[in-house]
T-cell receptor
Framework: SQQGEEDPQALSIQEGENATMNCSYKTSINNLQWYRQNSGRGLVHLILIRSNEREKHSGRLRVTLDTSKKSSSLLITASRAADTASYFCATAPSGTYKYIFGTGTRLKVLA | DGGITQSPKYLFRKEGQNVTLSCEQNLNHDAMYWYRQDPGQGLRLIYYSQIVNDFQKGDIAEGYSVSREKKESFPLTVTSAQKNPTAFYLC????????????FGPGTRLTVL
């Protein structure tokens, strides 16, 4: 089973709205990362949050981490059509650096 | 221009053939990784390397082989032993295995005819 699982699997919103996607994982982690993938392309790193951090911001992105619930959320504010992509979380169990990727959330932002 | 490149972008293979996918980086990164992605799925780790002349199996190494003779290069061979090789293959690198951020190449789409 997946170490990281994103929810929802797919999300469709209007431009200007906020998009929230969630990631759950099973074991203690060193850090959690979020990546974006445009169709048929490689992944692009968005943000890394360490296990001792609770919230992190980068531009229109806000990531939270709740280690007690083993979950993270990615919020994209004021979404744009260019944000249309799949978003993945990646986690590595504590003591390892073998990152495990979830199955992703497919975000579609309608103009 | 610093980055990570993969070639070819598309690759077709007949059953029973071995094929090698290229991955090169000029980021001076120590760690390199190979992942497989199937449609609608996440990434699964095939092999990773922390340093030249050293590599470890990931979760789905059967039917694949790698080498790391140079820091910049981490080629992946898909052998005939891989039962279902049609997939999208992604190579990544990071400064070292402990620094989480990975930089990804554009991917190679392999199709078995």
């Amino acid at each position: 089973s997946q170490q990281g699982e994103e929810d929802p699997q797919a999300l469709s919103i209007q431009e200007g709205e906020n998009a929230t996607m969630n990631c759950s994982y099973k074991t203690s982690i060193n850090n959690l990362q979020w990546y974006r993938q445009n169709s048929g392309r490689g992944l692009v790193h968005l943000i890394l949050i360490r296990s001792n951090e609770r919230e992190k911001h980068s531009g229109r992105l806000r990531v939270t981490l709740d280690t007690s619930k083993k979950s993270s959320s990615l919020l994209i504010t004021a979404s744009r059509a260019a944000d249309t992509a799949s978003y993945f979380c990646a986690t590595a169990p504590s003591g390892t650096y073998k990152y495990i990727f979830g199955t992703g959330t497919r975000l579609k932002v309608l103009a | 221009d610093g980055g990570i490149t993969q070639s070819p972008k598309y690759l077709f293979r007949k059953e029973g053939q071995n094929v090698t996918l290229s991955c090169e980086q000029n980021l001076n990164h120590d760690a390199m990784y190979w992942y497989r992605q199937d449609p609608g799925q996440g990434l699964r780790l095939i092999y990773y390397s922390q340093i030249v002349n050293d590599f470890q199996k990931g979760d789905i190494a059967e039917g694949y082989s790698v080498s790391r003779e140079k820091k910049e290069s981490f080629p992946l061979t898909v052998t005939s032993a891989q039962k279902n090789p049609t997939a999208f293959y992604l190579c990544a690198s990071s400064i070292d295995e402990g620094r989480g951020e990975q930089f990804f190449g554009p991917g190679t789409r392999l199709t078995v005819l």
